[in-house]
């Protein structure tokens, strides 16, 4: 409160007041006193009907648009992941996430084996394609969750990949729950979902962390091989974001509520880059933490030799391929790193959408708080 003279008419001539005036600095609407997760606020009754509608999900499977519809209890889908159990690569504190999520203590991540996509430069190449890992049940699930929580003192629990075991995490949330946790939960996405799934994680979910890849239909058929990636990113975004808005902060930096969207800029691909960042600043909020992604490097399938016998390969006509034709890689489009001029693109198209709340590497590398 600052004190200030000014000269006022008065009941005599010449008298002047003393009196005070109060500046307020008032909070933005991403600060929080404190927070409470989401799955604590859901009553036991909304529980047990989510607890159903999990197992219902697993007996026909519709969790991504791919709707393979099986009985994961008798057979698996494209995911190849069952019903009972998920399987798990990797548990522990991650230091590799923005740092609002991993603060000083770590991201407690917990990297599912298995996705519903096949992303042909997949940069988690051995865990999203390939089932390595370990087999937990919900039960379990919930007990690392506890670890990560007691042991690691990490700030949330960061579900990565987790689009085709949703049943399953519903249930390890909702027994974490009563074991006491009281960390607020990550789903880290690729953002090809189904709202059915969306629906069910609505109330257990405090932090949604998609990542929306490619523009273009076609892009996403040959690289992601996926129909419809680019509508049902968009419709899956939306309904993240009405569920629990823009990204929110307690005083100390780290995230408690919200949306952040990731997006991998690609090679040659700032057009598409550009696109996305226009769309979710005229359809979603201009106030969407984004966080515009540079590692891309060539990885998966991408640089590998073409399939077949070299000597089998031939140019159109049945005439045998000239040399140069024969040492051509997979995916040579994309098999390069991605240039820092092409991230700066998308990213000033971002600032011209209207887009600003941006994810930034702290320059001392650590803790930006």
Known sequence: MSLLWRSRPAVRPGQYLLFSTRRLHLAPPWLLDDYIPRYHLISSLDASKKRSEAYAHLRECNLCPRLCGVNRYEKTGVCLIGAEKVKVNTIAPHFGEEPCFQGHNGSGSVFFSGCNLRCVFCQNHDIAHQRNGFDLTPEELAEWY?????????????????????????????????????????????????????????????????????WKDSTSKRLLKADNYTATAMESIKAMHAQVGDLCFTGDGIAKKGVLVRHLVMPGMEDEGKEIVRWLAGNVSKDMMTNILEQYFPHAHVGKTRRGKINTVVEPGGVPARAEEKAKVRYEDINRPVDLKEVASVKEAAQKAGLWRFVEAAKHGGFNI
Do not use: W
């Open 146 to 214: 506890m670890k990560l929580q007691e042991v690691g003192r990490c700030h949330n629990i960061n579900l990565v990949t987790p689009e085709h075991v949703v049943p399953q995490v519903v249930l390890s949330i909702l027994h974490a729950r009563e074991l006491g946790l009281r960390l607020p939960i990550i789903y880290n996405t690729s953002s090809f979902d189904s709202l059915e799934s969306l629906k069910l994680l609505d109330g257990l979910v405090d932090i949604y962390l998609p990542d929306f890849k490619v």
